[in-house]
């Protein structure tokens, strides 16, 4: 019997009669994460594309052993994506459990297990992540940035001068400013259903999360790249709430926006959300927004106690608000029926 759904085909990113708009969420880890955990109480149509960069801890581990995707990130969006019945919370809670031993599972997580062990029994790994979302109730989908497991290479500029740091461990925590990010191999495949929901798209979400490892690196595979310049969807970049020590010291809210557009200067942006209390100078984090055509959206996103975490409440509230037209305290639709 074929573990493969519906008989060897996966189930469509977009479910025809679901609840809201299509969504396409794009980032990895705990960021990628906050969204989900947002984007699921406006809409079951999402797609979740994760970058397949990581090279430390469990992930790291059976990449270099087994030659796979480094499962982590994935495993995460799926678990945020869960259902909140007692079914998907106990698996959410399986898949995130990690082993604590002195010998080789020590800090293990069983989802990355499961992840792995359903692409070796399938030799299909967008397959094997629908099977685990199956199982976990989730709402939408989870698919990889790209078809091959990637390494990040940047470009570091500090008091020492500049260096090639790679990996993506590496090049989150070393001080300096990142002048250049590649991807190693250089123009990897994407992979084809990350593509087919960016162009299925009604919203494609960017952010928050580490900046030049888990968001940037959606901008240099060359179909994706494509995808979310020629998409018909709406764009929305979402800032992050503070710096990344080591990988985004002394960056502003408007030096990301900036960027992301010395990256890709021909990518529109519709909406860049930010957090009031994450931008040093307003009016440069509009200017950088309207370089991209996008507006800044100001709305407290984070949990308020200081720490640089998202509430997933408040930031579905904002993302309700941005996929609306409601960028100010006056919805746009009555902004123009005034002017009729």
């Not at 490892?213 to 992050?240: G, M």
Request: with cysteine.
């Amino acid at each position: 019997m074929s573990l493969i759904p519906d008989g060897g085909t996966p189930p469509p990113s977009l479910q025809p009669g679901a609840r809201g708009p299509a969504v396409v969420a794009l980032g990895g880890g705990h960021g990628l994460a906050a969204t989900l955990g947002a984007l699921r109480h406006l809409s079951q149509n999402l797609t979740a594309v994760v970058t397949v960069a990581d090279d430390g801890g469990s992930s790291g581990r059976l990449r270099h052993e087994l030659g796979v995707l480094p499962p982590g990130d994935l495993r995460m969006a799926l678990s945020a994506l869960c259902d909140d019945g007692e079914w998907g919370l106990t698996w959410r809670d399986v898949l995130q459990h990690r082993f604590v031993s002195d010998g080789p599972l020590n800090n293990h997580a069983v989802g990355n297990l499961l992840i792995v062990a359903l692409w070796e029994l399938l030799g299909n790994e967008v397959a094997g992540l629908d099977l685990v979302g199956r199982l976990l109730g989730v709402h939408g989908r989870v698919v990889p940035m790209a078809a091959v497991p990637l390494e990040i290479e940047a470009e570091v500029k500090s008091g020492e001068g500049t260096r090639t740091v790679c990996g993506q461990y590496n090049v989150a925590v070393t001080p300096g400013r990142v002048e250049r990010i590649r991807l190693v191999p250089d123009a990897p495949p994407a992979c084809p259903e990350a593509v087919a929901a960016v162009r299925a798209a009604d919203w494609v979400v960017l952010g928050p999360g580490s900046w030049y490892t888990s968001v940037i690196p959606h901008l240099l595979v060359p179909e994706l790249a494509e995808a979310l310049h020629t998409t018909p969807a709406r764009r929305a970049l979402t800032v992050n709430l503070s710096a990344q020590v080591g990988e985004t010291d002394g960056m502003s809210a408007a030096d990301h926006v900036r960027s992301l557009h010395e990256l890709t200067p021909g990518l529109r942006l519709d909406v860049v959300l930010a957090d009031p209390t994450a931008v040093e100078d307003l009016d440069d984090l509009t200017d950088a927004a309207r370089a991209c055509g996008a507006e800044v959206l100001l709305r407290q996103i984070g949990v308020g106690d200081g720490t640089a975490r998202h509430d997933p409440l408040r930031l579905a509230a904002a993302y309700r608000d941005a996929f609306e037209g409601v960028l100010g305290d006056v919805h746009r639709s009555r902004q123009e029926s005034a002017g009729e």
